[in-house]
Nanobody
């Protein structure tokens, strides 16, 4: 399985970016999907995930109302639309899959709950 993330870049505070992640080798249609991020010197943290069992999307409080996770099963892709970006959103963003979707709900907030990871894409928000 390979996950290819793209769409990062440099943007001013208040701007928007759309991250993409394409999966090859495994379908995303029956998987838990997630975006995490890691700032320099910090742990990898949960941003958002879609839980296959129930079809609900969960967001970190810090991004709720500003970020939207979506997916396209035909293109085997997932996306993270980011709006009203802040300097504290600066990080490397990673997409991840839990497939088959065996991780329990509480485990989906943790990076250890995922089997496959993309290579990361840098997002830098200037003030």
């Amino acid at each position: 399985v390979q996950l290819q993330a793209s769409g990062g870049g440099l943007v001013q505070a208040g701007g928007s970016l759309r991250l993409s992640c394409v999966s090859s080798g495994r379908t995303i249609s029956n998987a838990n999907l997630a975006w995490f991020r890691q700032a320099p010197g910090a742990e990898r943290e949960f941003v958002a995930f879609f839980r296959w069992n129930g079809g609900r999307t969960y967001y970190a409080d810090s991004v709720k109302g500003r970020f939207t996770l979506s997916r396209d099963n035909v293109r085997n892709s997932m996306y993270l639309q980011m709006s009203s970006l802040k300097p504290e959103d600066t990080a490397v963003y990673y997409c991840a899959l839990d497939v088959p979707p065996l991780t329990i709900l509480s485990g989906l907030y943790d990076a250890r709950g995922y089997d496959y990871w993309g290579q990361g894409t840098q997002v830098t928000v200037s003030s």
